[in-house]
């Protein structure tokens, strides 16, 4: 800072010098990739919920039994009530958790391995056990898609959701065990 006698010129700052931060990192065409990553998180996590919620619809019009049997398999046949259930609860809380950024990395791991069994089952055919097309009600690319999405959201930060807002990976900084787990899980 220059001073002359009796009056102070102002410094010039610039932000040349300091690091980068994980918030202020942008792609070469101006995206900030954490709101774009936590935008794909939340708009994902939307898909999941309406997906939950439409098992739910699909137990209360009585159309659950038929959608599972139609894969053709007596074990899910047999228990179509379990495996629908499991199902709808499974895609409405990682839905719900992915929307509110809570418990991300679990429910983002959860939806993979719902959408990698959804597409898995649709696309192996009952009779004869060959792969093709399937005997299920699902599109085997969007299940296959949105696996993937779901698996690259396990490694998206934990931005813009209740787990940034509370601060919760701060919370467990230390380098034991306990604390990384709760780290990945939780935040």
Same mark, same amino acid.
């Given at each position: 800072?220059?001073?002359?006698?009796?009056?102070? #010129?102002?410094?010039?700052?610039? !932000?040349?010098?300091?690091?980068?931060?994980?918030?202020?990192?942008?792609?070469?065409?101006? &995206? @900030?990739?954490?709101? $774009?990553?936590?935008?794909?998180?939340?708009?994902?996590?939307?898909?999941?919920?309406?997906?939950?919620?439409?098992?739910?619809?699909?137990?209360?019009?009585?159309?659950?039994?038929?959608?599972?049997?139609?894969?053709? &398999?007596?074990?899910?046949? !047999?228990?179509?009530?379990?495996?629908?259930? $499991?199902?709808?609860?499974?895609?409405?809380?990682?839905?719900?958790?992915?929307?509110?950024?809570?418990?991300?990395?679990?429910?983002?791991?959860?939806?993979?391995?719902?959408?990698?069994?959804?597409?898995?089952?649709? !696309?192996?055919?009952?009779?004869? !056990?060959?792969?093709?097309?399937?005997?299920?009600?699902? @599109?085997?690319?969007? @299940?296959?898609?949105?696996?993937?999405?779901?698996?690259?959201?396990?490694?998206?930060?934990?931005?813009?959701?209740?787990? #940034?807002?509370?601060? $919760?990976?701060? +919370?467990?900084?230390?380098? #034991?065990?306990? @604390?990384?787990?709760? +780290?990945?899980?939780?935040?």
């Amino acid at each position: 800072m220059a001073t002359t006698y009796g009056k102070v #010129s102002p410094a010039v700052v610039t !932000n040349e010098l300091e690091a980068p931060s994980i918030s202020s990192t942008r792609t070469s065409i101006g &995206f @900030d990739s954490v709101k $774009l990553a936590s935008a794909m998180r939340i708009v994902f996590g939307g898909v999941f919920l309406f997906d939950g919620m439409l098992k739910w619809s699909l137990f209360y019009q009585g159309q659950m039994q038929g959608i599972i049997q139609g894969y053709g &398999f007596d074990y899910l046949s !047999n228990n179509w009530v379990m495996v629908g259930a $499991l199902v709808g609860v499974g895609e409405t809380l990682a839905g719900t958790a992915l929307i509110v950024g809570l418990f991300q990395r679990p429910a983002a791991l959860a939806g993979a391995g719902i959408m990698t069994f959804i597409w898995g089952y649709g !696309n192996y055919a009952a009779s004869g !056990n060959v792969w093709g097309y399937g005997t299920g009600y699902t @599109d085997p690319g969007g @299940d296959l898609m949105l696996a993937m999405v779901f698996g690259a959201l396990v490694f998206a930060p934990a931005a813009y959701g209740l787990a #940034s807002y509370f601060h $919760l990976r701060e +919370r467990w900084g230390t380098s #034991s065990v306990k @604390d990384a787990l709760l +780290r990945f899980f939780v935040a």
